[in-house]
């Protein structure tokens, strides 16, 4: 199984703050998605990018994808209380998707 | 609205007793997947299924089966309940597994005790 490394695991930061969360991997992977899931709740996914370099952006998230398609960035500027909740990445790898662990992100009001 | 729906949102069961979670979902896809998900591990492949009465293991499919009679139905099986099966389940629908995004359930989670 080829992994994928989600950094940090845990971020827990002030309301209107920016942060970056990363997902990584050794190979090289020709899309990547990018969920959140809210406690509780199922994750929900957010994005997927396919070309190396692509930036995608969804309101304050911004989604980036690595030349080398082995990684990839989500940055959140001004960080709300609704943004709370566990960040994955997933890759796809023959008949399924390939997990990261997961960052947890508490956004303090 | 798509929708997948997971029968419980909690369980308690004791040890030893066989434990049906039950997914249904309403896109027509073929492909559905039981994950179990546990704090720092991510998310686990218990088994999926790319068509009606076909099943593949995933990565922990020890302690577990699967049934898939009808094509929006997968349900999970816990043939003998442990204790460390304590965990949060997940199901999840796609048009095409691996190349498309998932569907998630709302979750299940189940303490054995």
């Known amino acids: 199984t080829q992994l994928l490394e989600q950094s940090p695991q845990f971020l827990s930061i002030q309301e209107g703050e920016n942060l970056t969360v990363y997902c990584n991997s050794s190979?090289?992977?020709?899309?990547l998605q990018w969920y959140r899931q809210e406690p509780g709740e199922g994750p929900v996914l957010l994005v997927t990018v396919v070309t190396g370099g692509e930036v995608k952006k969804l309101k304050r998230l911004t989604f980036q994808f690595g030349d080398a398609r082995k990684d990839s960035s989500l940055h959140i500027t001004a960080a709300q209380p609704g943004d709370t909740g566990l960040y994955l990445c997933?890759?796809?790898?023959?008949?399924?998707?390939?997990w990261g662990a997961g960052t947890k992100l508490i956004i303090k009001p | 609205d798509v929708k997948v729906t997971q029968s419980s949102r909690y369980l308690v069961k004791r040890t030893g007793e066989k434990v049906f979670l039950e997914c249904v979902q309403d896109m027509d896809h073929e492909n559905m997947f039981w994950y179990r998900q546990d704090p720092g591990l991510g998310l686990r492949l218990i088994y999926f299924?790319?068509?009606?009465?076909?099943?593949e293991k995933g990565d922990i499919p020890e302690g577990y089966s699967v049934s898939r009679e009808k094509k929006e139905r997968f349900s999970l099986i816990l043939e003998s309940a442990s204790t460390n099966q304590t965990s949060m389940y997940l199901c999840a629908s796609s048009l095409i597994p691996g190349g498309s995004y998932y569907y998630f359930g709302q979750g299940t989670r189940l303490t054995v005790v």
């Open positions: 299924s790319y068509d009606v009465k076909m099943k």
């Open positions: 997933a890759r796809g790898s023959n008949y399924q998707l390939i």
């Open positions: 190979s090289v992977f020709s899309s």
